[in-house]
């Protein structure tokens, strides 16, 4: 199995370790969710029974009891949408699921709801008997007589200081120091401080002596004190939740001092005591008005306390419900997971996904059957990607075969028994010169001038099923003479060697090569050949018969009567204009067979023409000749004499032809056509002859330059097979067509294509 097969298959292994590490994840954000959720309500059912807990953490206890619920809540929405979401689709196992959930939510619901229903009227009813009128009556006496205790004892520390500050009315400020000290020590105060009306500190005798600014009493003190004589303030009491109050709390009595003096410029002077209260007074009464305090913050707030309780049930019960519900779900689906993963697993099979399939680790029977399943797939998987892999190689195969066929020269093509194309190689678009491609789907014989060669080739078919279980054929081979229609540049004809042979399914193999260029050249061969021995053999003869009747003649000359002279004259002179014409024939056959090999060199093209065209002048030719020579011509590679001889066979083959259509069909006498032209696309150099004859039939055409190969009456038809033995010779390539205008043939018309050589030197 190559790379791109395993990615499916890894692509399908991180997809269910996804899928593993959401659900562990999930089931691991569940249970961490379900156990907060219970230390969270154990911690708000110990704050309900602790004042201080309850005061410092029940709001955001509350609160994150409500947060776990909501997303308690929320998973279980998610689950139930997902849930509706399978059963809306026709998934397999979403009814099981949801019966599975439904037997657990009842199971935990159920039961949940009789708790709370009975909870919720015990913690309704409880609530109201924790308030009592006895009770409140009782706190607000011990309130009271703990304020009037305090207040007896300050009021008992103002009488003793005022009654102590007489003996400051006789000393002067500089020595009331001494007297303090001894009036603290009687009173058993903390501090003493004489002040001024002005309220500055004239004395001080405690702890107010190391301060240099001790604590003034205020306007309203020294004016109640100058009002009452005497007034106190019990300090300390104010933050009853401080540890430290019972150790700061003190009254301060503040009186004024008697002045025996009279006079109205006599200014006051008040005397400030400091004495700490009891410690256990003060801490019973703090304990009371706590007591009293909290028990009245409780009765104003039972409402709430109420609706707390009942807030902190109604929580636990959602808790409770949700969890078991998500439970539900959750144990519902651990049970129908083996199911699911199978169903899935055949949907995708029968979908044509062969990916590996999830397999659960489980040791229990389902478990096992997903382990048989994903195996199974596996190795479905692994004989398809063997079919792949030998399709790809078929393909590959095909494909190279493809190439094969478009790069061979022989045509190929691939018929059904009807003779309908189904394919063909460039080759055979090439050697029939028909848009073969173009025609696949239809009959061989519906392309355009091959319906004689398409019915050749059935009846080669034919003949050969005929054949084939007698003699034991896998094959047939047949040559073929195909002629253009005359009607193009190209119309020429072709000489083919098909083979067929039979193909599965009903269908037909055809190879075929073009072989006219190796039969014209075997043609041109045995003509040589001809030509050597018609030299040898025919001239040898010629020479004594034309001496013997010159001998006979002269001889006889004068010796026998009129009529008879007449005769023997007549007799003789024909006997020599025909072996002078024996001659010529041998000759021009042995020039065919000794044409020397072509020299080349530098040769300009134009000016071998412009030398040639001075015989073919008005005065001399009978057909005149127009010429079109390409100032941008290079020179080319050539042998200057043959050269000259090809440029005169065409222009004499050229003029005969179009004499010949004038004399014998009646055309106009036009002048024969030669031209050279540069192309610069092709880079190659064109010599084209053109004259206004009747054409050429399609069998000449194709045999052309081919020895005795001619239309005239009298030619030897070795004007053209020379020229195209010299063309060869150059490299150069000939083409021969008929001229087609408005449907009628114009004439004809004979090319050379040479390739430039090198420059002409001067």
């Known amino acids: 199995m190559n790379a791109d097969e395993h990615r499916p298959a890894g692509s399908a292994r991180r997809a269910a370790s996804r899928t593993r590490a959401v659900r562990w994840a999930l089931g691991m954000g569940v249970g961490l969710m379900c156990a907060i959720g219970l230390v969270l309500l154990f911690l708000l059912t110990q704050a309900t029974n602790n004042r201080a807990l309850y005061e410092r953490n029940f709001t955001w206890l509350l609160g994150v009891n409500v947060l776990v619920a909501l997303v308690l809540f929320t998973v279980l929405v998610w689950g139930a949408v997902r849930l509706g979401v399978r059963l809306k689709r026709g998934r397999f196992g979403s009814r099981l699921l949801v019966k599975l959930a439904g037997i657990f939510g009842l199971v935990g619901v159920v039961p949940g709801l009789l708790i709370y229903v009975v909870s919720y009227q015990f913690v309704s009813r409880s609530i109201e008997s924790w308030f009592d009128v006895r009770v409140e009556g009782a706190l607000s006496a011990g309130v009271s007589l703990a304020r009037v205790t305090l207040d007896t004892i300050a009021g008992d520390l103002a009488s003793k200081t005022r009654t102590a500050s007489s003996q400051l009315a006789q000393v002067p400020d500089a020595a009331a120091g001494l007297v303090l000290e001894r009036m603290r020590d009687q009173l058993g105060a903390t501090d003493l401080v004489l002040w001024s009306a002005s309220g500055q500190p004239l004395a ?402 134009n000016a071998l023409v412009t030398d040639v065209l001075q015989l073919y002048g008005a005065e001399n030719a009978t057909v005149p000749v127009e010429a079109e020579l390409d100032p941008q011509c290079p020179s080319i590679a050539g042998d200057a004499q043959q050269l000259r001889q090809v440029v005169h066979n065409l222009l004499q083959n050229a003029q005969d032809a179009t004499q010949q259509a004038a004399e014998q069909g009646g055309k106009p006498l036009r002048p024969v056509r030669i031209a050279t032209r540069w192309s610069g696309s092709s880079q190659r150099v064109r010599l084209t002859v053109s004259d206004c004859g009747q054409g050429f039939p399609a069998h000449i055409l194709q045999r052309a330059f081919e020895p005795y190969v001619t239309t005239k009456p009298r030619g030897t038809g070795l004007g053209l097979a020379v020229v195209k033995k010299i063309a060869d010779e150059h490299g150069a390539r000939i083409d021969l067509a008929n001229r087609i205008e408005n449907g009628v043939v114009m004439g004809a018309q004979v090319s050379l294509s040479f390739a430039p050589g090198l420059a002409v030197a001067h």
């Open 204 to 605: 001080s005798a405690g702890q107010s002596r190391f301060s240099l600014n001790p604590e003034r009493p205020g306007i309203q003190q020294f004016r109640n004190a100058r009002q009452q004589r005497a007034t106190f303030q019990i300090e300390g009491l104010d933050d009853i939740t401080d540890p430290q109050a019972v150790d700061n709390a003190r009254v301060r009595a503040l009186v004024v001092v008697q002045s025996p003096g009279v006079g109205l410029l006599a200014e006051p002077r008040f005397l400030q005591a400091t004495l700490p209260l009891p410690q256990a007074l003060v801490a019973n009464a703090i304990a009371v008005q706590e007591a009293n305090r909290e028990y009245q913050e409780r009765a104003l707030a039972r409402g709430g306390l109420r609706r707390m309780y009942i807030g902190t049930l109604t929580l636990a019960l959602f808790l409770a419900v949700f969890g078991a519900v998500l439970l539900a779900v959750l144990l519902g689906h651990q049970i129908a997971r083996p199911l699911l993963v199978l169903a899935d697993g055949v949907r995708e099979v029968a979908a044509g996904n062969l990916a590996p399939k999830a397999a659960l680790q489980s040791r229990d029977e389902l478990g096992g059957l997903t382990r048989s399943f994903a195996l199974m797939t596996q190795q479905l998987a692994d004989a398809r990607a063997a079919a792949l892999q030998s399709m790809g190689a078929l393909d590959d195969a095909r494909g190279r075969l493809q190439t094969i066929l478009d790069n061979l020269t022989a045509g190929v093509i691939v018929l059904d028994a009807q003779g309908v194309i189904r394919s063909s190689n460039p080759g055979a678009t090439r050697i029939l010169r028909a848009p073969l491609a173009a025609y696949e789907g239809r009959a061989l014989a519906d392309v355009p001038g091959l319906a004689d060669f398409a019915a050749a080739v059935q009846r080669q078919f034919d003949t050969f099923q005929l054949d084939r279980d007698q003699h034991s054929l896998d094959h047939w081979q047949h040559p073929f003479e195909l002629h253009g229609a005359g009607g193009g540049v190209a119309a020429q004809g072709t000489s083919l060697v098909a083979r067929g042979a039979e193909l599965p399914d009903d269908a037909r193999l055809l190879v075929f090569d073009d072989i006219s260029e190796i039969v014209s050249a075997q043609r041109a061969q045995a003509w040589g050949e001809v030509a050597r021995r018609l030299a040898h053999e025919i001239k040898n003869p010629l020479t004594p018969i034309q001496l013997s009747a010159e001998r006979l003649a002269l001889k006889l000359d004068g010796k026998l009567p009129e009529a008879e002279q007449a005769v023997l004259t007549k007799s003789v002179k024909t006997i020599v204009d025909q072996v002078d014409a024996m001659k010529r024939l041998v000759n021009e056959f042995r020039d065919y067979a000794r044409l020397p090999a072509a020299e080349l060199h530098p040769l300009d093209l």
